[in-house]
Antibody, heavy 118, light 113 residues
Framework: EVQLVESGGGLVQPGGSLRLSCAAS????????MSWVRQAPGKGLEWVSVIYSGGSTYYADSVKGRFTISRDNSKNTLYLQMNSLRAEDTAVYYC????????????WGQGTLVTVSS | DIVMTQSPDSLAVSLGERATINCKSSQSVLYSSNNKNYLAWYQQKPGQPPKLLIYWASTRESGVPDRFSGSGSGTDFTLTISSLQAEDVAVYYC?????????FGQGTKLEIK
């Protein structure tokens, strides 16, 4: 069974940093498209970043240069390093596994809340 | 970037009736080399992560009831629930995966009339 469990969220001051983790089971992270998608309180879904099986990474313009997606194959875990955080980064962050054929989001974690506030 | 626009923003339908949600992309998401539309639909209930319903515009995900169907091509797409059930109350999102800057529609809130 595919499972994704996010952790690492919390309260951080503007300008601060946070690293989110997504522990996967039931499949191999490095063999799949893996993304982070966020949802601000009461708002819609916003794609944040993707890492392909080959290692290529892509980012939304809103986080480019501040966020870094990575994975640890030995731990079968996906990460999102978030630097220079802003109030508008406040959201629930979901990790999601892509489909077998393309980058629709077939499996989702339960999410972790990041709050950026002083 | 491809902008996805859904209509309506909210919808109230009687139990057992048909619900229709539209999604329009700012450019075609039909890939000519494989004739596939890179369009997915998700359902999100309060306090839960989104759930994949439809991909390739019309392929139902395993386990999704057959009252859910997707149609359309190019820039115009539709999610149809043929006979609304109480458990279908949720927010529905379309998403394009044609370009790497994946994007979602703003969401359509579906309620019972």
């Amino acid at each position: 069974e595919v499972q994704l469990v996010e952790s690492g969220g919390g309260l951080v001051q503007p300008g601060g940093s946070l690293r989110l983790s997504c522990a996967a089971s039931g499949f191999t992270v490095s063999s799949n498209y893996m993304s982070w998608v966020r949802q601000a309180p009461g708002k819609g879904l916003e794609w944040v970043s993707v890492i392909y099986s080959g290692g290529s990474t892509y980012y939304a313009d809103s986080v480019k240069g501040r966020f870094t997606i990575s994975r640890d194959n030995s731990k079968n875990t996906l990460y999102l390093q978030m630097n220079s955080l802003r109030a508008e980064d406040t959201a629930v962050y979901y990790c999601a596994r892509g489909g077998s054929e393309a980058e629709y989001f077939q499996h989702w974690g339960q999410g972790t809340l990041v709050t950026v506030s002083s | 970037d491809i902008v996805m626009t859904q209509s309506p923003d909210s919808l109230a339908v009687s139990l057992g009736e048909r619900a229709t949600i539209n999604c329009k992309s700012s450019q075609s998401v039909l890939y000519s080399s494989n004739n596939k539309n890179y369009l997915a639909w998700y359902q999100q209930k309060p306090g839960q992560p989104p759930k994949l319903l439809i991909y390739w515009a019309s392929t139902r995900e395993s386990g999704v009831p057959d009252r859910f169907s997707g149609s359309g091509s190019g820039t115009d797409f539709t999610l149809t629930i043929s006979s609304l059930q109480a458990e279908d109350v949720a927010v529905y999102y379309c998403q394009q995966y044609y370009s790497t800057s994946y994007s979602f529609g703003q969401g359509t809130k579906l309620e019972i009339k």
